[in-house]
């Protein structure tokens, strides 16, 4: 193995704590998780809120969007275990200095909320986090603008789908790489792939040296990774 492949958890810890809650990321900090990925919305009063859906429905006992909701009102809702909807700023908080990679995704593929980019990426410009964060969002059209603001930091589109002319589509887009679901032999720069929780498919990706990977259960991952690096 010639790159050591960094392990993500993929909204925090899900396989032992409400996905996108403070007490998977927080167990995650003090387990020695390596990355933590995430996923920004923004309420009503444009306050940056992380869940995976655009809607409260599935993750907590809410029901609708996210964005037709103030965070005073969200705060009424609740995940799993009673757990709060965090906000970004409970987050970065949180996250403080730990020796952590994170990814923030832009939830903007089916709503693109107004000047989350600036919003967002003003949040994160003003902690002094360890790392620079990486950037990602199914919606190319959000990194664009994200690079208007702040152009040297590392962007990364999402997709499921085959990328074709892969190294051509990253250089033309300024990207530092992509985050897909599928493994590419031709991606140039960082190339991440969600969401792996098959020890077997964990494993050949680790062999191949890819960037990252996400994944649901990052405890059981890293020690696979690691079994493979003493190997």
């Known amino acids: 193995m010639t790159v050591k492949t960094l392990v993500f ?34 309420t009503k009063d444009q306050v940056p809120v992380i869940m995976h859906d655009e809607r409260l429905d599935r993750t907590s006992d809410g029901t609708g969007y996210i964005h037709d909701y103030t965070l005073a009102e969200l705060r009424q809702f609740h995940l799993a275990e009673n ?25 903007t593929d ?3 909320y107004p000047n989350i980019e600036k919003i ?23 990194l664009k603008a994200c ?8 962007y990364c589109w999402l997709t ?14 300024h990207l530092a790489g992509l985050h897909l679901s599928h493994y590419q032999d031709d991606v140039p720069g960082d190339e991440r792939i969600w969401t792996v ?3 077997k498919e964990a494993a050949a990706l680790f062999r191949k040296g890819v960037a990252g990977i996400f994944t649901d259960d990052f405890v059981t991952m890293t020690a696979l990774r690691d079994e493979l690096t003493v190997d």
């Open 9 to 42: 958890g993929h909204r925090g810890y899900p396989a032992k704590f409400p996905e996108n809650s403070l007490a998977g990321f927080a167990y995650g900090l003090d387990h020695g998780i390596e990355g933590l990925e995430f996923d920004v919305h923004l």
């Open 83 to 107: 757990e709060p909807i965090p906000t970004l700023a409970e987050f970065l908080t949180l996250v403080g200095t730990h020796d952590v990679q994170l990814n923030l995704e832009f939830k």
């Open 110 to 112: 089916k709503i693109q």
């Open 120 to 142: 967002v990426m003003g949040m994160v410009h003003a902690t002094p986090l360890k790392h620079p964060v990486i950037y990602s969002s199914f919606h190319l059209p959000t």
């Open 147 to 154: 690079q208007k603001l702040a152009p040297n930091e590392a």
């Open 160 to 173: 499921g789908k085959p990328v074709v002319n892969a190294g051509a589509f990253v250089a033309n887009e």
């Open 197 to 199: 929780d098959d020890p």
